[in-house]
């Protein structure tokens, strides 16, 4: 039925390491943590993708790229599907940037480079991130076009390329990167819809969700960033997964057979993309001695410099209940961490909180992990980290431009 009030340590979580199962994990998250979530206590699933060190090890180590150049775009058939499916790990810190990079040392030479070409990407997001902060929720450049005439909801369930997509991402919390771009462009650019809603609907529902590349991908798609927007047609659907509209009731009445108008909206005062130094943390461990270690969504992996400093020291870890209550996102999200904490407290003793995480940190003697997060900084500067370990950076930052990938890719 969900957490009672007043009950800020939990239970230790199941490891799966443990010979747990993952519905041990969601009947946890389900009395402890259901009601913050979007489904509530009754409607929780996992997602398609496990979360732990264990699963994260064993995609690194089963990683092939070959073919990715050719194939990451495909959406169906499944099976034909070059996307690695890494991202989640990645995201919350199981996987290091730097890690996977080494992985595909090997891989073809074009798939190698395109691959690692993401990779850059997705360092590129957290370096922006890092240098606009909440500020990344607002237009960059321009504002979204403003189409009339949509009347129809902005992911139309008759639409089978619609309907699809959004099943997938609301079951597996999973998407290809081509049918994310979908998505946005459908809600923003189509329909008018405003594309900080549609952002947050996906945030809700990604294993792989960080307002860093979620929302970058969201304004390089719509053009509040990029300055052009993308534009999906029929033409997109057929290409990369042609049994959508074979088997689609509007195919003879298709409402995307041509391609959306291309207007921009108007230029806006966004924030500083221009040269300047961006955030980075200490390049260096700053102080030690500490008795716990407060590990983030951000860095849950073994390899968290925090963490792996010293093995066997104490870990806690608080489940930020404002945020949550106010951000509802789907219970798989919380599965996933949840299975990842599981496997912590099996290699070391593991306190697991929910509330206001500076609260629930006062006064303790914590070492911890640098994040490029907004959110890590108000806390860090609330609870005084007496060890503050480095980010592990793929590039570390330096002053640089952020106003698009390639003037800052010309600087790294």
């Known amino acids: 039925m969900g957490k009672s009030d007043g009950m800020p340590e939990l239970p230790p979580p199941p490891s799966i390491a443990d010979g747990s199962t993952t519905d041990d994990v969601v009947a946890w998250v389900a009395e ?20 732990g060190q264990s699963a994260a090890d064993t995609a690194l180590a089963g990683l092939d790229i070959t073919g990715y150049a050719r194939d990451r775009s ?11 499916r890494m991202s989640p790990y990645i995201r919350h810190g199981l996987l290091t940037l730097r890690e996977v990079w080494d992985a595909v040392a ?14 850059m990407w997705q360092e590129y997001a957290r370096h922006l991130y ?12 321009r504002e979204q076009p403003r189409p009339q005439g949509w009347t129809a909801q902005p992911w139309p369930e008759e639409m089978n390329c619609m309907s699809s997509v959004v099943g997938e991402l609301r079951e597996d919390g999973w998407l290809v990167n081509q049918t994310r771009m979908w998505l946005a462009s459908q809600w923003a650019v189509r329909a008018g819809a405003t594309w900080r809603d549609g952002e947050d609907e996906m945030f809700a529902h990604l294993l792989d969700g960080s307002r860093a ?3 970058l991908g969201w304004q390089w798609t719509v053009g509040t960033g990029s300055g052009k927007v993308y534009g999906f047609s029929r033409w997109q659907v057929n ?13 003879d009445a298709c409402p995307i057979e041509n391609w959306p108008d291309d207007d921009l909206g108007p230029t806006v005062d966004g924030p500083d993309l221009n040269k300047a130094p961006i955030p980075a943390g200490p390049a260096h461990v700053e102080g030690t001695g500490a008795e716990q270690v407060w590990i983030t969504a951000e860095s849950l992996g073994t390899a ?29 999200r919380l599965v996933f961490l949840v299975e990842t904490l599981g496997e912590i407290a099996s290699t070391r003793p593991l306190e697991v909180r929910r509330g206001r995480v500076a609260d629930e940190l006062a006064g303790r003697s914590v070492a911890t992990t640098w994040a490029p997060v907004p959110g890590f900084s108000r806390i860090a500067d609330a609870i005084a980290p007496v060890e503050l370990h480095p980010w592990p950076w793929l590039v570390r930052p330096t002053t640089s431009s952020v106003r698009s990938f390639s003037a800052w890719r010309r600087s790294h």
């Open 32 to 51: 402890y943590l259901g009601d913050l979530t979007r489904e509530g206590p009754d409607g929780i699933t996992a997602g398609g993708i496990r979360g």
């Open 74 to 84: 495909t959406v169906l058939p499944v099976n034909r599907r070059g996307a690695s």
């Open 106 to 119: 090997d891989a073809p030479p074009r798939d190698r480079s395109r691959y690692r070409d993401e990779l």
């Open 130 to 141: 890092a240098r606009t902060g909440s500020d990344l929720g607002r237009s960059l450049r």
């Open 213 to 215: 590349a979620n929302r």
């Open 239 to 251: 290409k990369r997964a042609p049994s959508l509209c074979r088997n689609c009731a509007l195919k």
């Open 304 to 332: 968290d410099p925090a963490l792996a400093a010293e093995t066997d020291r104490p870990a806690v870890f608080v489940f930020d209940e404002p945020l949550l209550r106010k951000l509802r996102l789907s219970g798989k």
